[in-house]
Nanobody, 121 residues
Framework: QEQLAESGGGLVQPGGSLRLSCAAS????????MGWYRQAPENERELVAS???????NYADSVKGRFTISRDNAKNTVYLQMNSLKPEDTAVYYC???????????????WGQGTPVTVSS
């Protein structure tokens, strides 16, 4: 069954905002790192933002100052608030969770199915 449930994508005008959400199932325990990647047509998938279980964040330079990643550990949910959107932000956005086994430490990577974001006037 679906382990990462994404929502929030859509069509928005330049300068607008969207908020993406990704809820991880209860089978994902640690959620050591949760993040968002994106893939534009004919481009490689790239990291947009990530956040650790402790709240440390990392952003791509292209979105720094415009996007904010956050997480609710109680809900196993990660969010991406996207402001001042630009046409170049157009892509399919994928939720990503790295779940590190609490005993072995072996990581397991999960991917959402992707939610499209289109920034166009």
């Amino acid at each position: 069954q679906e382990q990462l449930a994404e929502s929030g994508g859509g069509l928005v005008q330049p300068g607008g905002s969207l908020r993406l959400s990704c809820a991880a199932s209860g089978s994902i325990f640690s959620g050591n790192v949760m993040g968002w990647y994106r893939q534009a047509p004919e481009n490689e998938r790239e990291l947009v933002a990530s956040i650790t279980s402790g709240g440390s964040t990392n952003y791509a330079d292209s979105v720094k100052g415009r996007f904010t990643i956050s997480r609710d550990n109680a809900k196993n949910t990660v969010y991406l608030q996207m402001n001042s959107l630009k046409p170049e932000d157009t892509a399919v956005y994928y939720c990503n969770v790295v779940d590190e086994d609490v005993v072995s430490g072996v990581p397991t990577e999960y991917w959402g199915q992707g939610t499209p974001v289109t920034v166009s006037s």
